[in-house]
């Protein structure tokens, strides 16, 4: 790294912060902003449509899009439009990074001959958790990522691959009434804070001392500009601290549940991805006093299952479906949905059988109304035959003398990796993985009153966004967080709004209530793994 940092550091020259002469630069913005599905490359001081005339001098641009975790680079095909170059980012493209290589040529500035480079890049998704690098140094040699730390904005910039330590900074957008200027400091990073959501203009400078020819010109050193063209979105809480212990092994697709103050835990995978099997599925019961953390308690389990729903009603706890491995780990898979309900008591510390479910029904969710559970979502898995994706809806009324599952109102769709939770008397069924068309980001509500769906808001971010959420309404507001870390709520007109990042994205996690605040329990990030830290959502800051 030392090597490396003195390198870099003979590399990069201290410059005057002013602009260049020109002072303008190419860069990319994918439009609409909620669903893009086009790219527009500007010309100019910002990323901002300029002097048209000066697109043809980016005409040679070669634009790319990397549509998804670690996928290969497609060219876009660049055409000329009234004030910027522009391309479709193609049919059924939802989500990416859009990312731009230049060789603009040798140029001459007091009496110095420098060949100047351009690079740039934009997120289709406003939310953080889409804003990765993308790591490919044939096309972003030097790369600007950002990253959100509690209020700040840290962008992270990278020279072939590693921290640019010294490269000029220069950020400008909504709220500021002067661009923000200043170096990375020696691990490649730049802090600042953004005042207002918006698109933030956004580039770095770095000065390569080496000399050459292109085209029969000479040159002394090679001048590196970047640009990132960001959507932001001003988080409005952030997570708080907390002394709670973390999980004593990751967990995925595991039932939670809060009684009191107590937080519970069944079940779940605990295997490598993708891969189910008996040794890699829990049947552990935990449980941990949020108001007086020690150490996670282990109580009666039960059979081992995966993909369940557990809810709290009454101060007991209720365990739902789930599917169970019969295959031993390395064997193909038998898995089987299965039907049993049961209801944990704490006091008697004891598991009571339930009226069962009519059919098996795994990767559903459930939530209580009054005194009332629903279970929506999910499919019957039974061992080598094909699935059946539940299209039907079902409560129990824990306050009847007979409990037992009745049908309600068709949802008219079947989805599975669904959250599910109670706001305002209605339930929200949100997100999930749908049959035929992929994952979906849409929201259905049923209003027991009518007995009676209607369609709902759609979550923010791309479709992955709505595979494997979790759900929760605590004082004012509902919450749901979503596999790019994104804590979104439903805002007073209805639309699910962007109010905070997670530490730790996850998705097939759980986030429960406790008093005013939210808990964040388990799951998986597509990179990091299996989460064992809990976060803390508070409700206000």
């Avoid at 519970?264 to 108001?291: D, K, M, P, T, W």
């Amino acid at each position: 790294m030392t090597t490396f940092r003195n390198l870099l550091a003979a590399l990069i020259v201290a410059a005057a912060t002013s602009s260049p002469a020109f002072a303008h630069f190419p860069w990319i913005v994918l439009t609409p902003e909620e669903r893009p599905t086009q790219a527009a490359v500007y010309f100019g001081e910002s990323a901002a449509p300029d002097d048209p005339e000066l697109l043809d001098k980016i005409a040679h641009s070669q634009v790319h899009l990397l549509t998804g975790f670690r996928s290969e680079p497609r060219k876009l095909e660049l055409t000329k439009s009234e004030d910027a170059l522009v391309a479709s980012l193609g049919e059924g493209v939802n989500g990416g990074t859009a990312v731009l290589n230049l060789e603009y040529g040798v140029l001459s500035r007091g009496g110095a001959a420098f060949l100047l480079m351009y690079y740039g890049k934009a997120y289709a998704s406003a939310l953080p958790g889409s804003w990765r690098a993308v790591d490919k140094t044939d096309l972003l040699p030097l790369e600007v990522t950002p990253r959100i730390d509690g209020s700040q904005v840290v962008l992270h910039v990278t020279w072939q691959g590693k921290p640019a330590a010294g490269a000029e900074m220069n950020v400008g957008g909504p709220g500021l009434d002067d661009n923000l200027t200043g170096t990375t400091d020696d691990a490649g990073d730049y802090h600042c804070e953004l005042p207002a959501s918006g698109l933030f203009s956004i580039r770095a400078r770095l000065v390569e001392k080496a000399g050459g020819e292109r085209e029969g010109q000479k040159f002394d050193e090679t001048r590196h500009y970047s640009t990132l063209s960001l959507n932001y979105l001003k988080p409005s809480i952030t997570t708080a601290e907390h002394s709670w212990p973390a999980l004593p092994r990751g967990i995925t697709s595991f039932g939670g549940a809060v009684a009191g103050d107590w937080l519970y835990v069944y079940g779940g995978h605990f295997g490598a991805a993708h891969s189910y099997s008996i040794e890699g599925q829990s049947n552990e019961f935990r449980r941990l006093n949020l108001a007086q953390p020690t150490e996670w308690e282990v109580l009666p389990g039960g059979p081992k299952v995966t993909g369940l729903a557990l809810v709290a009603h009454g101060g007991k706890v209720y365990r739902i479906g789930g599917f169970t491995a019969l295959n031993n780990e390395g064997e193909d898979d038998k898995l089987v949905s299965q039907d049993s309900v049961a209801r944990f008591d704490p006091e008697t510390q004891q598991w009571e059988d339930l009226p069962s479910l009519p059919a098996g029904r795994s990767s559903l969710d459930a939530a209580v109304i009054s005194d009332t559970i629903y279970v929506v979502g999910g499919w019957n898995l039974q061992a080598n035959a094909d699935e059946q994706w539940h299209d039907t809806a079902l409560k129990m009324d824990l306050s009847a003398n007979q409990l037992k599952w009745e049908p309600i109102a068709d949802p008219g769709f079947q989805r599975r990796a669904v959250s599910v939770a109670a706001w305002d008397g209605k339930l929200y069924v949100i997100g999930g993985m749908q049959p035929s068309d992929g994952t979906t980001t849409r929201t259905a509500i049923y209003d027991p009153a009518t007995d009676s769906w209607s369609e709902g808001p759609q979550l923010l971010g791309g479709g992955m966004d709505g595979f494997g959420t979790s759900s929760f309404a605590s004082t004012d507001r509902l919450t749901v967080t979503t596999m790019s870390g994104a804590i979104q709520q439903l805002g007073d007109n209805g639309q699910w709004e962007f109010v905070g990042q997670l530490k730790e994205p996850r998705f097939f996690h759980r986030l429960l209530p406790w008093r005013n605040d939210l808990v964040v329990v388990g799951g998986a990030d597509m990179g990091a793994g299996k989460r064992l830290d809990l976060e803390r959502i508070p409700a206000h800051q």
